[in-house]
């Protein structure tokens, strides 16, 4: 086998990473778990659980009797995705934080942290996600030195390595890694690739992980925690009330804190009002934000979107879109969502649109438009344009046809 590899493992504190990192133990690798500390907060109970999951994942090191690092990414997180993710917000968009850390964090700054800095030939995560290159194939080129000359390059460029779903595919995170830079895909390994969930926990109880077991999922915004969303995005943005309006008659049926503290599709918490309302869209000038009646309300389906440059994960567009401009595959925009039949056209600036098979509900502008071709994660692109919803297409008929009708009706008969 050579030199022992050293591989370096991100260790959250959960379930999954602790496992990750027992698997490459048990298989020969000279591993050291690293905590990341990426949010100074306590949590709504004043309990700061960064400590906890660190003091969780410091246990896990120990009972493996492997190295255990903590290093602090916070004035990275806040300048590099939460002032990102409050400028959004002002935009009246709705971003994904935990793409934005992947791609920022886990996958730039933790990734050349663990390469250069611990000299790692390899990094690792609990993630549930697959690459197409074998493990002995990460170690063949990871001390290989960046590539300095054009023919080197190109022959980079032919093989790079693509990201495919794991086999647990309800607990699939590609859409969550759907950015992330192939330097750093090609140096990582998803120990968990080939496991499902349950096996992953029995594994844990085997190993006497009782502590992480007990633990519930972590939910909410990434390294955040979960919180009263309205309540926390108020501490920084301040409140700018305005009016709910009907997207039918054009009254208003109530007030609001702020645009930025509400989403597309939610239901809008509207006092005296018998029956619910959901938002269907927002204007940042006035203020306004549209509701319209019944969860399933046409104003909330539209099936074409356009995104901002678009992310591929092997560095280049596929080839049949490359050649034609245009090329079927399947759409999410949010993790688990069953994926939509589309047709993808791309820019000349790199930017996608993506035409939908059926009207999707509350397509959001700020969401990452995440597509796969088969299992494997293409890439992703934030949705920067929403096409008109069916509400609007419906109206625009209703007046074609009412317009049609009135020129029948007023053509003067021709004088005898």
Same mark, same amino acid.
């Given at each position: 086998?050579?030199?022992?590899?050293? =591989?370096?493992?991100?260790?959250?504190?959960?379930?999954?990473?602790?496992?990750?990192?027992?698997?490459?133990?048990?298989?020969?690798?000279?591993?050291? *778990?690293?905590?990341?500390?990426?949010?100074?907060?306590?949590?709504?109970?004043?309990?700061? @659980?960064?400590?906890?999951?660190?003091?969780?994942?410091?246990? =896990?090191?120990?009972?493996?009797?492997? /190295?255990?690092?903590?290093?602090?990414?916070?004035?990275?997180?806040?300048?590099?995705?939460?002032?990102?993710?409050?400028?959004?917000?002002?935009?009246?968009?709705?971003?994904?934080?935990?793409?934005?850390?992947?791609?920022?964090?886990?996958?730039?700054?933790?990734?050349?942290?663990?390469?250069?800095?611990?000299?790692?030939?390899?990094?690792?995560?609990?993630?549930?996600?697959?690459?197409?290159?074998?493990?002995?194939?990460? #170690?063949? $080129?990871?001390?290989? +030195?960046?590539?300095?000359?054009? #023919?080197?390059?190109?022959?980079?460029?032919?093989?790079? =390595?693509?990201?495919?779903?794991?086999?647990?595919?309800?607990?699939?995170?590609?859409?969550?890694?759907? $950015?992330?830079?192939?330097?750093?895909?090609?140096?990582?390994?998803?120990?968990? &690739?080939?496991?499902?969930?349950? #096996?992953?926990?029995?594994? &844990?109880?085997? +190993?006497?992980?009782?502590?992480?077991?007990?633990?519930?999922?972590?939910?909410?915004?990434?390294?955040?925690?979960?919180?009263?969303?309205?309540?926390?995005?108020?501490?920084?943005?301040?409140?700018?009330?305005?009016?709910?309006?009907?997207?039918?008659?054009?009254?208003?049926?109530? @007030?609001?804190?702020?645009?930025? !503290?509400?989403?597309?599709?939610?239901?809008?918490?509207?006092? *005296?009002?018998?029956?619910?309302?959901?938002?269907?869209?927002?204007?940042?000038?006035?203020?306004?934000?549209?509701? +319209?009646?019944?969860?399933?309300?046409?104003?909330?389906?539209?099936? !074409?979107?356009?995104?901002?440059?678009?992310?591929?994960?092997?560095?280049?567009?596929?080839?049949?879109? &490359?050649?034609?401009?245009?090329?079927?595959?399947?759409?999410?925009?949010?993790?688990?969502?069953?994926? !939509?039949?589309? @047709?993808?056209?791309?820019?000349?600036? *790199?930017?996608?649109?993506?035409?939908?098979? $059926?009207?999707?509900?509350?397509?959001?502008?700020?969401?990452?438009?995440?597509?796969?071709? *088969?299992?494997?994660?293409?890439?992703?692109?934030?949705?920067?344009?929403?096409?008109?919803?069916? #509400?609007?297409?419906?109206?625009?008929?209703?007046?074609?046809?009412?317009?049609?009708?009135?020129?029948?009706?007023?053509?003067?008969? /021709?004088?005898?």
């Amino acid at each position: 086998m050579g030199l022992i590899k050293h =591989v370096v493992c991100a260790m959250s504190g959960g379930v999954d990473s602790s496992v990750a990192a027992l698997l490459l133990k048990k298989r020969g690798y000279n591993v050291t *778990g690293v905590f990341m500390k990426n949010w100074d907060s306590l949590d709504e109970k004043g309990v700061c @659980t960064t400590e906890r999951d660190c003091e969780d994942a410091y246990r =896990v090191c120990q009972s493996l009797d492997i /190295p255990f690092h903590q290093v602090s990414y916070v004035k990275e997180y806040w300048h590099e995705v939460f002032s990102n993710l409050l400028k959004e917000y002002e935009k009246g968009r709705t971003p994904n934080p935990d793409i934005l850390c992947n791609k920022h964090i886990k996958f730039n700054h933790f990734h050349k942290y663990a390469i250069n800095t611990l000299g790692a030939d390899a990094m690792a995560t609990g993630h549930y996600a697959r690459t197409s290159q074998e493990d002995d194939e990460i #170690f063949a $080129q990871a001390r290989t +030195a960046p590539p300095t000359t054009l #023919f080197r390059d190109r022959f980079e460029i032919r093989n790079p =390595v693509k990201l495919h779903k794991a086999a647990d595919l309800l607990k699939d995170q590609t859409f969550f890694l759907s $950015q992330i830079p192939q330097q750093a895909l090609r140096q990582t390994m998803f120990p968990l &690739a080939g496991l499902t969930k349950e #096996f992953v926990k029995k594994i &844990a109880a085997e +190993a006497g992980f009782r502590h992480v077991l007990k633990k519930k999922e972590s939910m909410g915004i990434c390294f955040i925690g979960e919180r009263n969303f309205e309540k926390f995005i108020l501490e920084y943005l301040e409140p700018k009330p305005g009016n709910f309006v009907s997207i039918e008659d054009g009254t208003v049926v109530g @007030t609001h804190k702020g645009w930025f !503290t509400l989403t597309l599709g939610q239901r809008a918490r509207i006092g *005296g009002q018998r029956d619910a309302l959901f938002v269907v869209d927002k204007d940042i000038v006035t203020g306004d934000v549209f509701v +319209a009646p019944t969860t399933n309300h046409p104003a909330l389906f539209r099936d !074409t979107i356009r995104t901002e440059r678009f992310h591929w994960v092997t560095g280049d567009p596929p080839p049949e879109l &490359a050649r034609t401009q245009m090329m079927e595959c399947h759409f999410r925009f949010i993790h688990q969502m069953p994926l !939509t039949p589309c @047709t993808v056209t791309l820019n000349m600036d *790199g930017s996608v649109w993506i035409l939908l098979s $059926q009207p999707v509900r509350a397509l959001t502008p700020g969401q990452c438009a995440v597509l796969y071709k *088969g299992d494997e994660c293409l890439g992703g692109g934030k949705i920067t344009q929403l096409g008109p919803s069916e #509400f609007t297409l419906q109206k625009g008929r209703e007046r074609m046809v009412a317009a049609l009708q009135h020129k029948e009706h007023s053509t003067p008969e /021709p004088d005898s």
